[in-house]
T-cell receptor, first 113, second 113 residues
Framework: NAGVIQTPRHKVTGKGQEATLWCEPI?????VFWYRQTIVQGLEFLTY????????DSGMPKERFSAQMPNQSHSTLKIQSTQPQDSAVYLC???????????FGKGTRLTVV | AQSVTQPDARVTVSEGASLQLRCKYS??????LFWYVQYPRQGLQLLLK??????VVQGVNGFEAEFSKSNSSFHLRKASVHWSDWAVYFC???????????FGQGTKLSIKP
C-alpha cells in the first residue's frame, strides 16, 4: 500500500497560468478529499467525492478552481489563471467510508510567481 | 456549525515531561474525532481516532486522548515526550452527514532538551 499519491510534489507556475494537480487515492477507498494548507488559513476543506460523484464543493473558490474524478483511481484539481494567493500546499486524502479515518498524501506545494 | 478549536498555538515542553494538547469541538450529535500529526515538510499522519465507545483511546507512539461530551473536549496526552515528537498537531472532527474533516488551527509542539 503506497498510500495516497500526489504528483507533482512541487510546482511553480507564472501568474495567469494554469496548474493541474493529480491525486491517486488508496485502492478501494470510496471517498476522496482535497484540502489547501497555508500558514495564515491553516487547513481548508475544498471538495469531496464519494464513489467518484461530487458530494460537497463548499470550500472551492467559485472561480478558477475545479476538481474532477474521472475514475476511481485518480482525481485532479485544476486552477485556472493562477494568482499569488493560490500559493499553498494542496493535500489530497482518501477514506474507505463515511465515518472512518482519512489518509492524507504528502501534498503538492504550489508556488505562483 | 461544526467547529474545532485548539486554544494553544504553541506549546513547549521539556524532553521527558508529560504533555497535554487541548482540543474543543462544537458538534451536534455524536462526533467522530481524530488527532493528526504533521512533521516538517510531510503530510498529515493519523495519531488516533475516537468512535463512539470507550472515551479514552490509544494511539501510536504512546499518545492517548480522552473524549468528554460534557466538556466538548478531546485532549491529547503523552506521559513522556521525546524530541522526535517535535511537530504540529491537529485535532479534527468528521462530519457524519457530509463526510468532510473539519480541522482546528493546529498546535505547534517544541521540545526543550
Amino acid at each position: 500500500n503506497a498510500g495516497v499519491i500526489q504528483t507533482p510534489r512541487h510546482k511553480v507556475t507564472g501568474k495567469g497560468q494554469e496548474a493541474t494537480l493529480w491525486c491517486e487515492p488508496i485502492s478501494g477507498h470510496s471517498a476522496v478529499f482535497w484540502y489547501r494548507q497555508t500558514i495564515v488559513q491553516g487547513l481548508e476543506f475544498l471538495t469531496y467525492f464519494r464513489n467518484q460523484a461530487p458530494i460537497d464543493d463548499s470550500g472551492m473558490p467559485k472561480e478558477r478552481f475545479s476538481a474532477q474524478m474521472p475514475n476511481q483511481s485518480h482525481s485532479t484539481l485544476k486552477i485556472q489563471s493562477t494568482q499569488p494567493q493560490d500559493s499553498a500546499v494542496y493535500l489530497c486524502a482518501s477514506s474507505p467510508g463515511s465515518n472512518t479515518e482519512v489518509f492524507f498524501g504528502k501534498g503538492t506545494r504550489l508556488t505562483v510567481v | 456549525a461544526q467547529s474545532v478549536t485548539q486554544p494553544d498555538a504553541r506549546v513547549t515542553v521539556s524532553e521527558g515531561a508529560s504533555l497535554q494538547l487541548r482540543c474543543k469541538y462544537s458538534y451536534f450529535g455524536t462526533p467522530y474525532l481524530f488527532w493528526y500529526v504533521q512533521y516538517p515538510r510531510q503530510g498529515l499522519q493519523l495519531l488516533l481516532k475516537y468512535y463512539p465507545g470507550d472515551p479514552v483511546v490509544q494511539g501510536v507512539n504512546g499518545f492517548e486522548a480522552e473524549f468528554s461530551k460534557s466538556n466538548s473536549s478531546f485532549h491529547l496526552r503523552k506521559a513522556s515526550v521525546h524530541w522526535s515528537d517535535w511537530a504540529v498537531y491537529f485535532c479534527a472532527v468528521r462530519n457524519y452527514n457530509q463526510g468532510k474533516l473539519i480541522f482546528g488551527q493546529g498546535t505547534k509542539l517544541s521540545i526543550k532538551p
